[in-house]
């Protein structure tokens, strides 16, 4: 952790620049010598950053030449070229200029410390001979003093000088640190008046971790701005040694090797004698750091080893502290997602109590959020609570599940699901809703615009087909008072008006069976007359280059039909067969029975022709928007319509070369009286 002073009065250009450059270390910005004196006097400064075009070399000469060599880095404002590196103090290490501190002055820094970390090594090597005596000297003098200072162990509860009990303090401080409950910053203060309790300090910070390094949360003797910026790296030396031994880390006075170097430069910009390890679980999670009594007297065994212990309390707190603000802050999070949620969630426990009833719920069903947390699910509206129940025991989860709440049948959408603890076993169920209302309101109107964008489309349509047949009898009208004297005119004139009347007889009457709900005259008929009667009318309107075979069912069957209405479905197909087929097709129209639990009568109308499988099912499920030829295209919707109110089906298939229309009508009654099978080929036959 290196600490490096700033000499600047550049709050808009130079001291930004630098931190922005220097991030990875603490930089402090000072702007009189003063203030840099006073700092270097009481914190083991790294480097020093000297900007001369706020400060003349003249005027702090004498306090760069009391520097060691090579911890000084200028900043110039004149280009580099321009200074005379000959007339420089010993102490300066490099020079830049102020408008290459982006990409330079790292690069600067970054030599400057490896030369420290240089002739710390060759000062490790010469101190390496005569380490032995030194500290043999030292733990002699430390065992004669201890005796001769009059203190008693605090554990065992004896008095230290100065007439204060050190156990009753402690455990009254410890006690207030249990009282703080999750408040982090009492917590830490109780903390540092436990440990002065023990042992009267000038300086005391502690540490925790922040992902990568650790940040003073709390201290005692300090300069702010130094405490605020302190952070030593997970990788440093210090806190590898105490997260890899977890002992007390006092303070090297001799070098064994560069890492101890290293702990005791990071101890002294910590102005610390001894660091604490504060373990949870194995793991460092913070360092406490503690300076030289002020009494000048030693630290005692019995002290350290209270310390420590509180060191390990302050870790268990500190991360059950921790985990209780994730929970609140969870909790909180998920708080406000169900308050600002679009939809209304209800949730229930293992005991089928109510644990959430969000803002939203309560609107949409009209009741207090407060008095429903508690309650059993049955005071829920039906069936909002059978549906919790089923979920929660049977795993049945419901989406997009439309249902009625009852009272004033509300219409809800719904989605459930299963609530499980780590173990997979079932703990509640929940749901989340919303009110299909306003979809309900918007879908009947948007189903009532598109039906009067088809009855308009409907109206232009039926003008347009009816313009013309009256057009041509409204012509053919005139010319008849102007050639009265032709008679074969007069016949063509004739035929062609009737020709049109049909025409507009036909499409009215299509019109009404597809627009209007039909009142069918249901009677209990035989298929085989049905049969009979409908092949007599097809064969009326049949084209002359067409055929039409017929095949009746070998007993008698009986149907509910309205027996008009179903003669003219079947009238409708063949007229499909018909606008679909060159001349001359063959259509084959057969009637046979399937008795199983649900007897019923098929009807078929085979013939041969290009596959219309795809087509055909596009037709039977046509709107009235994508007709555009009412006199043809209104065959198979007509038809369709009808079987459907008869509770039949039609279908259409593709076997082999022929195509077949399939009418399935149920079966009302059966007759076992033999008759003759009826059939054969009609015309050209």
């Known amino acids: 952790m290196e600490l490096i002073a700033l000499l600047s009065n550049s709050d808009e250009l130079i001291i930004p620049h630098v931190k922005g450059a220097l991030k990875q270390y603490t930089v402090y910005p000072l702007k009189t010598l003063e203030e840099l004196e006073d700092l270097y006097s009481n914190i083991p400064l790294n480097l020093f950053l000297i900007d001369t075009t706020s400060n003349r070399l003249t005027n702090i000469g004498d306090f760069l030449n009391g520097l060691d060599d ?89 008095a230290v000088s100065g007439g204060r009990y050190v156990q009753e303090k402690v455990i009254v401080n410890f006690a207030r640190m249990l009282s703080v409950s999750f408040d982090m910053r009492k917590l830490l203060d109780h903390f540092i008046d436990s440990v002065m309790e023990i042992a009267r ?49 006092q303070k090297p006075v001799t070098f064994h090797d560069s890492e101890t170097i290293e702990i005791r430069n990071e101890m002294e910009a910590l102005q610390c004698c001894i660091s604490f390890p504060m ?24 002290e350290l080893e209270i310390i420590y212990v509180l060191c390990n309390y302050l870790a268990a707190a500190v991360k059950d502290i921790d985990l209780y603000h994730q929970m609140w802050y969870q909790k909180e999070f998920t708080k406000n997602i169900l308050s600002s949620m679009s939809s209304g969630m209800i949730a229930i426990n293992q005991e089928e109590k109510i644990t959430i009833f969000n803002h939203q719920a309560a609107e949409i069903l009209g009741l207090d959020s407060p008095l429903m947390i508690g309650k059993d699910l049955r005071a829920l509206p039906s069936p909002l609570g059978d549906v919790l129940y089923e979920t929660m025991s049977t795993g049945t989860s419901y989406s997009r599940y439309e249902v009625l709440v009852n009272p004033g049948n509300l219409p809800l959408g719904i989605n459930s699901y299963r609530l499980l603890d780590e173990e997979h076993i079932a703990v509640g169920a929940g749901i989340v809703f919303s009110d299909l209302s306003d979809s309900k309101k918007l879908e009947h109107q948007r189903r009532r615009t598109e039906k009067l964008e088809a009855v308009n489309d409907l109206m232009g349509k039926i003008a347009h087909e009816v313009r013309n047949p009256l057009t041509s009898i409204q012509t053919y009208i005139q010319l008849v008072n102007e050639k009265q004297s032709d008679n074969d005119l007069n016949s063509f004139y004739a035929s062609t008006v009737r020709q049109s009347i049909r025409r507009l007889d036909s499409l009215i009457d299509k019109l009404v069976t597809f627009s209007s709900t039909q009142d069918y005259n249901f009677r209990k008929e035989s298929i ?17 280059n067409h055929r039409l075979s017929k095949k009746f069912t070998d007993k008698v069957f009986y149907i509910n039909a309205d027996k008009k209405q179903i003669i003219k479905a079947i009238y409708y197909i063949v007229l499909c067969i018909i606008d679909r087929t060159p001349e001359g097709t063959f259509i084959d129209m057969n009637a046979e029975t399937v008795l199983n639990d649900s007897p019923f009568v098929k009807i078929t ?37 009808i079987i459907e109110g008869h509770d039949g089906s ?36």
Request: glycine residues 6%.
């Open 70 to 158: 090579s911890t000084v880095v200028l900043i110039s404002g004149e280009p580099m070229e321009k200074i005379h590196r000959e007339n420089l103090p010993r102490s300066v290490f490099d020079c830049t200029d102020a408008r290459s501190i982006r990409t330079e002055l790292p690069l600067i820094i970054e030599r400057a410390l490896e030369r420290q970390r240089f002739k710390n090594e060759i000062r490790l090597l010469k101190q390496s001979r005569d380490v032995i005596a030194p500290v043999q000297m030292q733990v002699m003098n430390r065992q004669e003093a201890e005796p001769l200072l009059g203190r008693s162990d605090p554990i065992q509860g004896g």
């Open 201 to 249: 300090v000038s300086k005391m910070s502690v540490m925790l971790r922040e992902k990568e390094e650790f940040r003073v949360k709390t201290q005692y003797g300090l300069d702010p701005y130094i405490a605020d910026n302190l952070k030593l790296a997970k990788s440093s030396a210090l806190a590898v040694w105490l997260a890899k031994t977890g002992r007390i880390m």
């Open 528 to 544: 085989n007359d049905i049969m009979a009667e409908a092949a007599d009318f097809v064969l009326k309107m049949l084209p002359e």
């Open 605 to 641: 109308l085979s013939y041969r022709g290009d596959e219309l499988t795809k087509e055909g099912e596009q037709n039977l499920l046509k709107p009235l928007l994508d007709i555009d030829h009412l006199g043809t295209e209104l065959n198979l919707p007509i038809s369709h319509k």
């Open 650 to 685: 039609l279908d259409v298939k593709r076997s082999g070369e022929f195509n077949t229309f399939t009418i399935k009508l149920p079966v009302v009654d059966r007759r076992s009286a033999n008759v003759s099978a009826e059939g054969g080929r009609v015309r050209g036959q």
């Open 279 to 302: 373990i949870y679980k194995g793991k460092l999670i913070g360092i406490m750091n503690i300076s030289d009594k002020i009494t000048e007297e030693p630290f005692f065994r019995e």
